[in-house]
Every structure is written in C-alpha cells, then in structure tokens.
C-alpha cells in the first residue's frame, strides 16, 4: 500500500501524518506476537543480549542516553 493509493492520505499535514504513524505503531505494539521476527533478526538479538550479560556495565542508563542525545540536538 503506498499513499499514491490513499490519495486522501496523501493530503494531510506533515503533523497530521505523524499522528497517524503514531497511530498505526501503537496497533501493531498493541499486539507485538503478531509482528514476525527473521532468523537474522533473532540472532543479532541474541548476540547483543550475550554482549550486554557480559558487560552490562557499557550499557548506558537512560539519564545518560537523554543526555547524550540532547548534546547531538
């Protein structure tokens, strides 16, 4: 499906699209089993799990994220 499809769509503000995005990942959080995860995906998740038990003191907190991004901002 593309907004070419949805030509209504295609018309709302970039605020109003934003809305809608939000809108639509809430739906698909709202039931996450439903969403498929690949075999890659699957192992990059397990290798980044086993990185961080074996190091968890690199993970940064999330006082220190927030920071982190509003210095890039």
Known sequence: MSLAELPQLAKLSAEEKLRLVEDLWDSIAASPGSVPVTD??????????NSHRQNPG??????????????RL
């Open 40 to 49: 890659t995906e699957r192992m990059l998740l397990e290798e980044r799990w």
């Open 58 to 71: 690199a993970a940064l907190t999330l006082e220190e994220f927030k920071e982190r991004l509003t210095k």
